[in-house]
């Protein structure tokens, strides 16, 4: 006989048992609670050893946030700030990587002196498989909850439509770049804003840093400058809020919206 995956309230909340079949009850650690009826789960092997229990829920449709200007952002995403807002509102980089680096390169140390074949090279591995591991935990909570703050208060959410893979070819930022996981935001951003009624746009993003955000013109710079000084209008603000602007602009533009709410003054 046949049962869906049943769950089971355990001594603490965050405990439950899990009903699977031809398996039957299993103890599982929720990393969150469960919103919806569940449709479907994956189960899946790390290679620290722990197993992974992904549910896919089902919600009932939420209502449409009203399309008004101050419902609608623009993200640019980076590595001094994780991102910046188009109404200047700035989430600081957790370097979740660069914060275990010393700890990642002294258990690799340790493992470039075992012996191949060994249980203490065994050993090691999983060490450094675990570091890798909450890594990899801590940028996808970072990421879900950014997410879930922008499509709670926002009904567009544009960001650059950027080429990650050609930029990680740079090998002076490839390091910082995997660390902070720009395609990981964009992809949970995307799929909640699609259950929660809200829309995210991707946009062209030459140029959107260079532009003017209030007179429009290109102001030539280096990647090193971290100030927009437009020597046409005058304006100077931080020039990743600068781009911020633009990427609104252009999330405005590509639903036929067009709008300077959004220029500084």
Same mark, same amino acid.
């Given at each position: 006989?046949?049962? $869906?995956?049943?769950?089971?309230?355990? $001594?603490?909340?965050?405990?439950?048992?899990?009903?699977?079949?031809? *398996?039957?009850?299993?103890? *599982?650690?929720?990393?969150?609670?469960?919103?919806?009826?569940?449709?479907?789960?994956?189960?899946?092997?790390?290679?620290?050893?722990?197993?992974?229990?992904?549910?896919?829920?089902?919600?009932?449709?939420?209502?449409?946030?009203?399309?008004?200007?101050?419902?609608?952002?623009? +993200?640019?995403?980076?590595?001094?700030?994780?991102?910046?807002?188009?109404?200047?509102?700035?989430?600081?980089?957790?370097?979740?990587?660069?914060?275990?680096?010393?700890?990642?390169?002294?258990? =690799?140390?340790?493992?470039?002196?075992?012996?191949?074949?060994?249980?203490?090279?065994?050993? +090691?591995?999983?060490?450094?498989?675990?570091?890798?591991?909450?890594?990899?935990?801590?940028?996808?909570?970072?990421?879900?909850?950014?997410?879930?703050?922008?499509?709670?208060?926002?009904?567009?959410?544009?960001?650059?439509?950027?080429?990650?893979?050609?930029?990680?070819?740079?090998?002076?930022?490839?390091?910082?770049?995997?660390?902070?996981?720009?395609?990981?935001?964009?992809?949970?951003? $995307?799929?909640?804003?699609?259950?929660?009624?809200?829309?995210? +746009?991707?946009?062209?993003?030459?140029?959107?840093?260079?532009?003017?955000?209030?007179?429009?013109?290109?102001?030539?710079?280096?990647?090193?400058?971290?100030?927009?000084?437009?020597?046409?209008?005058?304006?100077?603000?931080?020039?990743?809020?600068?781009?911020?602007?633009?990427?609104?602009?252009?999330?405005? =533009?590509?639903?036929?919206? =067009?709008?300077?709410?959004?220029?500084?003054?």
């Amino acid at each position: 006989m046949t049962r $869906s995956p049943i769950l089971r309230k355990g $001594s603490r909340s965050i405990l439950e048992r899990m009903y699977l079949s031809k *398996i039957g009850d299993i103890k *599982i650690k929720l990393h969150r609670p469960i919103e919806g009826k569940i449709k479907r789960l994956t189960v899946r092997w790390a290679a620290t050893g722990k197993w992974y229990v992904c549910f896919s829920v089902g919600q009932e449709d939420l209502p449409k946030p009203p399309w008004k200007d101050g419902s609608l952002v623009g +993200v640019d995403v980076g590595l001094e700030s994780f991102a910046t807002l188009s109404n200047g509102e700035k989430i600081a980089n957790p370097r979740f990587f660069r914060e275990e680096e010393h700890e990642l390169a002294r258990v =690799q140390r340790i493992l470039s002196r075992a012996p191949k074949g060994t249980p203490e090279r065994k050993k +090691v591995l999983e060490i450094v498989e675990r570091v890798h591991e909450r890594i990899a935990n801590k940028r996808y909570e970072f990421a879900h909850q950014i997410s879930n703050q922008l499509v709670n208060r926002y009904g567009l959410i544009a960001f650059e439509d950027l080429n990650i893979k050609g930029m990680m070819q740079n090998h002076n930022l490839a390091k910082s770049i995997g660390d902070v996981a720009w395609n990981m935001l964009v992809t949970l951003t $995307s799929y909640k804003a699609a259950s929660a009624g809200s829309m995210v +746009v991707l946009v062209d993003p030459r140029n959107t840093s260079k532009m003017c955000s209030r007179c429009g013109i290109l102001v030539q710079k280096d990647l090193s400058e971290r100030v927009h000084n437009c020597t046409q209008c005058g304006l100077s603000i931080d020039g990743d809020w600068n781009a911020a602007i633009n990427i609104h602009r252009l999330g405005l =533009q590509s639903v036929g919206i =067009q709008s300077v709410q959004a220029r500084p003054l």
